[in-house]
């Protein structure tokens, strides 16, 4: 009867936040985006703004090859979207 009146006594777990610098630097709780550092942020506002911004950024910034890979790998896509819904590419010729 001892026993069932007996509260059960609490877990102890030895808890080490994932990214906690033990020098006091940061926060436990606090996690970064992967790309946050690289992120520019702009002042633009508007629609207009923020396209000029970002063409800006594709201007000054990236690798030419990574441009071209893009650009096919659109193209390939594009193509097998028009393949797959039975597009008649003849209508762009005179025959």
Do not use: C, Q
């Amino acid at each position: 009867m001892k026993r069932f009146f007996r509260l059960k006594k609490n877990e102890e777990f030895s808890y080490k936040p994932r990214y906690y610098d033990d020098k006091g630097e940061g926060s436990p709780f606090k996690i970064e985006g992967k790309f946050d550092k690289y992120r520019t942020i702009g002042t633009h506002r508007g629609l207009k703004g923020k396209f000029s911004g970002a063409m800006d950024d594709l201007k000054k910034s990236g690798d030419k090859n990574l441009k071209l890979r893009m650009l096919i790998i659109i193209a390939i896509l594009v193509l097998i979207f028009l393949y797959i819904i039975d597009f008649d590419i003849s209508i762009f010729f005179n025959s």
